[in-house]
């Protein structure tokens, strides 16, 4: 009997852990960090290797799409007035339902070159879901239903100016709680009832409070903390008190601290527009936090976020180039001659980097120490693509500004007669 309990326990366990595996629930994947662990993907993209299932036709965004269980959210921008959240069925394309509420605005400067769309990535913990509206409104939806379970308007409640560019920081959920960058500060919410735990991390708001990067987790120093970039600067929150542990001015122009620092071991890496690529250290002594600057290199990063493979951040430059170069010392180890489009999303999978680019080209490039390496490439929208890409299990799905499609990693129709032989 005792077995046969032990061989459920297994198998239980195996089926929750290729659950996890297929589930993209919020911006940069389940760790936030552009790392794939699932099924390993062809060295082709072309349509015998990468199919595409389905496709559905939508207003703009610049959100990336999210899946959890057998659905994928994605958002869009209606009429210059509504914002739009669906839920499709991720095998079929099949729509499940539709929210919207009223939240359009006008975004200034170099910004509204690109367009006035809705921009975060929402978050899902597999009951809710979590969209950040442009004008500072953070919105909860049953994810089974798209019923509305709360919403925060944080201008109204924290009496703060509208950000200027819009509310740009994905949510991030963790346990019991969700933190966003919004209301000229960095909150954690209840994630069942919206009420604000703590704010932290406050600043004048409107058009140069208006942050551009998202939080994260990172273990420094031997804490798990929240690393928190904005306009300014970069510092270390402890998530139980919203603490500041330590914090760092970071130079952009204009405040355009647009990426998600990556971490790897106690070095945080951040590249800027205007600014400079950076390494910075975190240390404690005596329960005290200190922050140095390790190294400097002067690449200049812009919108795109890296991924780190075995000690190297694979990075897409403002030059619309990529760069590798290693976290803990700064080297550069290499810059591609080939330049891309103005953004680069990123997602890793052992030695192998899908970089979906802003013109539509999607690439598979190798993560090698020595130098650029393409192994293939395949155009797979026509329309710009400037939102994350999300992969889940032997899935891909491709948010451009006018639909979202699905594709599916196949085995080539000729292995099993080449097998055969």
Not at 157 to 181: H, M, N, R, W
Not at 212 to 228: C, D, H, I, T, Y
Not at 263 to 284: E, M, N, P, R, W
Not at 370 to 390: G, M, P, V, Y
Request: proline content about 4%; glycine content about 8%; overall charge positive.
């Amino acid at each position: 009997m005792n077995f046969h309990i032990l061989l459920l326990a297994l198998t239980l366990g195996g089926v929750v852990a290729a659950s996890a595996q297929s589930n993209w629930p919020q911006w940069r994947g389940p760790t936030r960090d552009g790392q794939f662990t699932g099924p390993a993907w062809p060295e082709k993209l072309d349509t015998n290797h990468l199919r595409q299932l389905w496709r559905v036709e939508l207003g703009p965004s610049y959100s990336g799409p999210i899946v959890y269980g057998d659905r994928v959210f994605t958002t869009e921008s209606k009429e210059k007035k509504f914002e739009v959240v669906t839920a499709f069925d991720r095998n079929s394309g099949k729509k499940l339902w539709r929210a919207q509420w009223e939240g359009a605005m006008t975004v200034p400067f170099f910004a509204k070159s690109n367009g006035d769309w809705i921009r975060a990535t929402p978050a899902c913990d597999g009951e809710s879901l979590f969209v950040a509206g442009m004008r500072d409104v953070l919105v909860c939806l049953d994810a089974q239903t798209g019923k509305e379970r709360w919403r925060v308007d944080f201008v109204k409640k924290l009496d703060t100016p509208a950000p200027d560019f819009g509310f740009i920081c994905s949510p991030l959920v963790d346990g019991e709680f969700v933190y966003v960058q919004a209301g000229a500060s960095f909150v954690k919410l209840n994630k069942r009832t919206g009420e604000l735990v703590w704010r932290t991390l406050s600043d004048k708001g409107g058009m140069y409070g208006s942050v551009f990067s998202s939080p994260m987790f990172a273990e420094l120093a031997g804490k798990r903390q929240l690393v928190v970039q904005t306009r300014a600067k970069l510092a270390g929150v402890d998530p139980t008190d919203g603490k500041v542990l330590w914090e760092q001015p970071v130079e952009a122009f204009r405040g355009m601290n647009i990426l998600t620092p990556v971490a790897h071991t106690d070095t945080l890496f951040s590249s800027t527009y205007g600014g400079k690529t950076i390494g910075f250290k975190v240390a404690q002594a005596d329960g005290k936090f200190t922050v140095t600057e390790a190294w400097k290199h002067k690449a200049q990063g812009y919108m795109s976020t890296p991924v780190v493979i075995d000690g190297v951040a694979y990075n897409h430059l403002k030059s619309q180039r990529v760069m590798a170069m290693e976290v803990e010392t700064g080297r550069e180890l290499w810059t591609s001659d080939q330049s891309f489009g103005k953004y680069m999303s990123l997602v890793a999978q052992g030695d192998r980097i899908l970089a979906l680019d802003q013109g539509g080209q999607l690439f598979l490039l190798r993560a090698n120490k020595a130098k650029f390496e393409q192994i293939d490439n395949r155009k797979l929208a026509d329309a710009e693509t400037w939102a994350h890409l999300a992969v889940t299990g032997d899935h891909l799905f491709i948010r451009d500004l006018n639909a979202l499609t699905a594709f599916r990693w196949q085995k080539p129709e000729h292995s099993e007669t080449q097998a055969l032989k």
